[in-house]
């Protein structure tokens, strides 16, 4: 996997996993910036399992747990707000020795410091992302389209989004039974081939409020 542009935040999350003292991973920054992606890329690189945030009942017994896992929490804004004693948790927790290792995302993680206020640097590893020129995020699309690179405003994850959806559009795609349909029922007389099943639908389909024989000869008349 490829992360263009980010070659300081690459390899400081990829040292975070060979330091056997770091425990907690920050990264902030922008919206599709690779805050998510990167840390997961690297946790499976250096052989660390992923395990997703889903309450504090379980983030509390994660923490407390060995082995080579990574809990993640992406967004601690919504994580603080939705769970009620998520920050109590959390500094129960961080007051002992944490045994699992955490990722913490959040667009500007300093409005939080509060929580990580005492951990020790060697514990606590900090990461920013910023937004990558357009050159690079062209690199990543399959249409290199500096249209998109540059409506994408920095933000990668929305710039692979409009290049996906440009090279899935229906004349670059296959036809499926029911675009061959489509074509079968559409105004202009159709003068390609199409499949049996296309052919199917659109008879049934062309019967549903044409029942007569007339009807069944004029949908034959149209190849």
């Given at each position: ?35 998510s992606a990167m840390p997961r ?87 920013r992302t910023t937004a990558p ?48 349909a489509g074509i079968i029922l ?38």
């Amino acid at each position: 996997m490829a992360f263009v542009g980010w070659d300081v935040p690459q390899k400081r999350i990829d040292a975070f996993f060979k330091d056997a003292d770091a425990r907690v991973l920050m990264v902030s920054g922008p919206v599709g910036t690779g805050k998510s992606a990167m840390p997961r890329h690297f946790a499976r690189e250096n052989g660390y399992k992923v395990v997703e945030f889903v309450g504090v009942a379980q983030m509390a017994a994660c923490l407390q747990r060995k082995g080579k896992s990574i809990l993640c929490i992406d967004d601690l804004p919504s994580a603080i707000h939705y769970y009620k004693d998520f920050e109590k948790a959390w500094r129960k927790a961080a007051k002992s020795k944490l045994r699992m290792r955490v990722l913490v995302c959040a667009t500007d993680l300093y409005k939080h410091g509060r929580l990580f206020q005492g951990m020790p640097a060697e514990i606590l590893w900090k990461v920013r992302t910023t937004a990558p020129f357009p050159s690079a995020i062209r690199k990543l699309l399959k249409s290199k389209s500096w249209t998109i690179a540059n409506a994408a405003d920095g933000d990668v994850r929305k710039a692979l989004q409009m290049d996906a959806m440009a090279s899935d559009a229906p004349e670059q795609r296959p036809k499926t039974v029911f675009d061959e349909a489509g074509i079968i029922l559409g105004d202009d007389r159709p003068t390609q081939r199409f499949s049996h099943a296309a052919v199917n639908w659109a008879f049934d389909n062309y019967l549903d409020d044409y029942e007569d024989v007339d009807d069944g000869v004029a949908f034959a008349e149209r190849f």
